[in-house]
């Protein structure tokens, strides 16, 4: 394979960029020489001479190991005590195991293990280009650069894969390379780096710097993509990912129409947009109309990064692949459902854009509405994209409108006053940097939402999120009915199945029974599922999403119609607030879980500690 930069035109760069031509003639004979080494198409591994042999026939050592791990698989999960009947924190049912890698697929010993000879991943995308606008922003640094090194350290990508960074900075090709591999050391999310690959990825980056408001970004993002073509046989499949501030979506996807970027004669290209997706109903129904003047919606990605953890899809497997959830996921045994997204955080130098956006439209607009929609959909016909969205959307639709009339009935806005946080004081909101001294801005936010059809009338959806609470987590739980009849003394407490998002992503059933001895005395105990089970270590929600983005599936992806309805549901809350002084801000310190007010709010029943 042939390196597309090694036969850019030395004319078009400038001094600086032309002095890198030994290093890119190097990158390009590294690059040339990895086409010798095929791949498998299951595992992107490289084959060793006789593996094919020693796959057929297994030693003994690994049909005893893979004896002894599926006896110790069956184990799991278990069932425990709850510590203290007034806790209502799922509690882990036996000390943690210290989680283990997951092997690449060039471990000789794959495929023991019977869990992970199901995760092998054969999923690989067409020969691409992935085009970053934003690549020196803090998403690109922390999230997209690890996510995409570990999808191609694991083979995913292929080797005709590249990657050009776009930012508004100055920059060649060498500098660039240097920013993101310190980036890949640095990251908190790569610390499995083989010997030598990050060299390797290196060669893969390169740069384009300039004014997206003008056409010539444009035009060598298009030089790239015909070197690209070359070097890939012909393919100009392309993924813009959209890094930027949302005032820059609509320039940067015009940019593009102009120079044809978005045609796709001789092969796909798509367009990735982060949230938030407009900043009112209206403000992002003209959004959806200037994208869609450019871009079909089947080549747009609005991307949720929570819809790419594990436990998010993993509430559809368990809904909808066993039988005994699924009849009780109704009105008639179910009492309530929780969703909460905390965040111990403060703004960490966001003030800028958190000043204008505020905890509704940063979290509950679009993550919890996602969550939201994912746990009160009906089944859908099939498992894939648009019978998932078409779903998803009935469910958002069938939401009870909330005028500005019933905003005090059914929400409740915080903003968080100086506390302590792990024994270190912090400051209050209005005292962070860069926010003014009496921002009526909201940190946090409790809704409740009711579901008018058949399946959830009378049964209310709590959704909670905020800054500065005691810890970081985010979990879906649902609340069951109590039984009809209390023939135990003492009482009962509720079941609660609760789905963790993050951190420690897993699912609990809480249930009762009875304890040891001669008295019939029941307690509650807690049947705890973790991803410890599958001897794996979970992947970035990005990396996730950005090979689904690439392989054309948008399951995980919210539709335009999503987008809107999820608006209209918090449009009544915004227009109620917006420029009203709140009461009492701030009204809650921070290290606590919130105003008083939302424990109203969910009254009579209440909040589960987590």
Request: hydrophobic share 35%; glycine share 8%.
């Amino acid at each position: 394979m042939t390196s597309p930069r090694a036969k850019k035109p030395a004319t078009r760069k400038s001094a600086a960029s032309r002095a890198e031509t030994p290093a890119k003639a190097a990158a390009h004979k590294t690059t040339g020489k990895k086409t010798t080494t095929k791949k498998t198409a299951a595992t992107g591994a490289s084959p060793k001479k006789g593996a094919a042999s020693q796959a057929a026939k297994p030693t003994t050592r690994s049909i005893r190991e893979a004896v002894e791990q599926q006896e110790a698989l069956q184990n799991v999960p278990t069932a425990q005590p709850a510590p203290e009947a007034t806790s209502h924190h799922p509690q882990p049912t036996a000390p943690r195991k210290s989680r283990q890698r997951v092997p690449h697929s060039t471990d000789s010993n794959e495929g023991v293990n019977p869990f992970r000879a199901v995760m092998r991943r054969n999923r690989a995308p067409e020969p691409a280009t992935m085009v970053i606008f934003g690549a020196t922003g803090d998403l690109a640094t922390r999230k997209l650069l690890p996510a995409i090194f570990g999808l191609w350290q694991d083979g995913l990508l292929g080797s005709a894969f590249n990657i050009v960074g776009v930012g508004r900075q100055e920059m060649t090709d060498e500098q660039f390379k240097d920013f993101a591999i310190k980036a890949l050391q640095t990251s908190k999310e790569t610390d499995d780096i083989k010997p030598g690959s990050l060299e390797k990825f290196r060669d893969l980056l390169y740069y384009e710097g300039g004014d997206f408001a003008g056409d010539d970004i444009y035009q060598q993002v298009q030089t790239e993509l015909d070197r690209a073509e070359e070097a890939h046989g012909g393919r100009k499949n392309a993924l813009f990912y959209l890094s930027v501030p949302p005032s820059l979506f609509e320039t940067i996807s015009n940019g593009l129409g102009r120079l044809g970027l978005n045609r796709q004669d001789e092969g796909w290209r798509r367009m990735v947009i982060e949230k938030p997706f407009g900043r009112t109903l209206q403000s992002a129904r003209e959004l959806n109309d200037a994208i869609h003047r450019v871009w079909d919606e089947s080549q747009v990605y609005r991307i949720d990064h929570y819809l790419g953890k594990e436990t998010v899809q993993n509430l559809m497997a368990i809904r909808f692949g066993n039988v005994i959830f699924e009849p009780l996921w109704n009105r008639s045994y179910v009492s309530h459902v929780q969703i909460t997204a905390a965040e111990d955080l403060g703004l960490e130098g966001r003030a800028g854009y958190y000043e204008e956006a505020g905890v509704v439209r940063d979290m509950l607009q679009n993550h919890l509405m996602q969550l939201f929609a994912l746990t009160a959909m009906e089944a859908p016909a099939a498992f894939d994209a648009d019978a998932i969205r078409d779903e998803k959307v009935k469910v958002l639709r069938a939401v009870k409108a909330i005028p500005k009339s019933r905003v005090k009935e059914v929400a409740v806005r915080g903003q968080y006053a100086a506390g302590t946080m792990d024994g270190e004081n912090v400051p209050g909101y209005r005292e962070e940097p860069g926010v003014k001294g009496g921002s009526t801005t909201p940190t946090y936010v409790a809704v409740k939402l009711e579901i008018d059809n058949w399946r959830w009338q009378g049964v209310p959806f709590y959704l909670r999120t905020g800054k500065r609470l005691p810890k970081k987590v985010t979990e879906i739980a649902v609340v069951f009915k109590r039984p009809p009849l209390g023939i135990f003394p003492g009482g009962l407490e509720r079941n609660v199945l609760a789905f963790r998002i993050q951190p420690d992503e897993g699912v609990s059933l809480k249930f009762s029974s009875k304890t040891p001895g001669q008295e019939m005395v029941l307690r509650e105990v807690v049947m705890d599922f973790r991803y410890d089970a599958f001897g794996a270590q979970l992947e970035s929600p990005y990396s996730r999403l950005l090979l689904d983005a690439m392989l054309g599936d948008a399951t995980l992806f919210p539709r335009e119609d999503e987008v809107d309805h999820a608006w209209q549901i918090v449009s009544g809350i915004l227009e109620a607030w917006d420029g009203k002084a709140a009461p009492q801000f701030p009204n809650y310190v921070a290290g606590t879980w919130g105003p008083d007010a939302a424990d109203e709010l969910i009254a009579p029943f209440r909040w589960r500690r987590l």
